[in-house]
């Protein structure tokens, strides 16, 4: 059973950034899909980006290419979401997933492994 642990939301005037990290229970991160999805009330769960064991890339929804950046830190079984130019869109439950799916990674349906999700607010 792998635990995932988000941290890093908050309120953010538009135009600000945030930095969203997902910590994992263990080493999975080479061999896992892992990505980060957002819910915004009223709304279904989209993916926003996602790392792929399949052929190492970073996928991004369109919405947030060029904008937002996925990176991670194999040392300390961590992803990290950097989150710039911030609009009022973005606003959403953001929430991080893992699973040793192969299958596209930024389908949110593929994933068995969720983190309890971090609020993030765009408001002036």
């Known amino acids: 059973q792998v635990h995932l642990v988000e941290s890093g939301g908050g309120l953010v005037q538009p135009g600000g950034s945030l930095r969203l990290s997902c910590a994992a229970s263990e080493s999975i991160l080479d061999y896992f899909s892992i990505g980060w999805f957002r819910q915004a009330p009223g709304k279904e769960r989209e993916g926003v980006s996602c790392?792929?064991?399949?052929?190492?890339?970073?996928y991004y929804a369109d919405s947030v290419k060029g904008r937002f950046t996925i990176s991670r830190d194999n040392a300390k079984n961590t992803v990290y979401l950097q989150m710039d130019s911030l609009k009022p869109e973005d606003t959403a439950v953001y929430y991080c997933?893992?699973?040793?799916?192969?299958?596209?990674?930024?389908?949110?349906?593929?994933?068995?492994?969720w983190g309890q999700g971090t609020q993030v607010t765009v408001s002036s």
């Open positions: 997933a893992t699973d040793p799916t192969t299958s596209w990674c930024l389908d949110h349906t593929y994933y068995g492994y």
């Open positions: 790392l792929s064991p399949r052929d190492g890339n970073a």
